[in-house]
């Protein structure tokens, strides 16, 4: 078991840019979920998915937009990057209707925008 | 909105000195769950506390869920190199238990001096 992988581990855009983050998980989650870390503000939550074809907004999701078209990938995409994405992008998943509320993160993208 | 506060932001111990973080949530919370982010990783789920008052201990960590369930702590009793990290306190996010998503602390930067 891989568990949860990202593509890619880290990326220079310049503003304007266009990419697309990979999340991927052998675990059959249904749950997945992207957060962006920034320093001194913990991890926020971009958008998740609650199932394959469903996605929902979080508490950032300005800039972002995601994909969820087969149920083990979890596509992020920034279509006109911005200096301000600058961050660490976190992919997480869960089991739906677990006892417990763990998550299981990524290794997460390192992002820069110049 | 819900806030889940986290102090203190930073902690230097000397190595075998004790270490405590708080969390506070502005909401009362079903459960409240502790990650650690080893530098330049990925949050690992550490716990998850369910009851009110609850304790429970790993080796030489202490958690504790306030009676309240609105707060809640990390104890690390005679601090090593190992416990070096950020710990992050998270709890299920308002109107959002039913799909698992968590709002997290700030998280507490431990560094430890051997």
């Known amino acids: 078991n891989a568990g949860v992988t990202q593509t890619p581990k880290f990326r220079v855009l310049k503003t304007g840019q266009s990419m697309t983050l990979l999340c991927a998980q052998d675990?059959?989650?249904?749950?997945m979920y992207w957060y962006r870390q920034d320093p001194g503000m913990g991890l926020r939550l971009i958008h998740y998915?609650?199932?394959?074809?469903?996605?929902a907004k979080g508490e950032v999701p300005d800039g972002y937009n995601v994909s969820r078209l087969k149920k083990q990938n979890f596509l992020l995409g920034l279509e006109s990057a911005a200096p301000s994405q600058t961050s660490v992008y976190f992919c997480?998943?869960?089991?739906?209707?677990?006892?417990?509320?763990?998550?299981?993160f990524g290794p997460g993208t390192r992002l820069t925008v110049t | 909105g819900q806030q889940v506060m986290q102090i203190p932001q930073y902690q230097h111990v000397q190595e075998g000195e004790d270490f405590t973080t708080y969390c506070n949530s502005s909401t009362t919370l079903s459960n409240i769950q502790w990650y650690k982010q080893r530098p330049g990783g990925h949050p690992v789920f550490l716990i998850q506390?369910?009851?009110?008052?609850e304790v429970k201990k790993q080796k030489r960590l202490t958690f504790q869920f306030g009676e309240a369930k609105k707060n809640s702590s990390l104890h690390i009793t005679a601090t090593q190199t190992t416990d070096v990290g950020t710990y992050f306190c998270a709890g299920p996010s308002a109107g959002g238990t039913s799909y698992g998503k968590l709002t997290f602390g700030q998280g507490t930067i431990l560094t430890v001096h051997p």
């Open positions: 998915s609650v199932g394959e074809g469903t996605t």
């Open positions: 506390l369910v009851k009110s008052g």
């Open positions: 997480a998943s869960r089991k739906q209707g677990a006892r417990s509320y763990e998550q299981y």
């Open positions: 675990m059959n989650h249904e749950y």
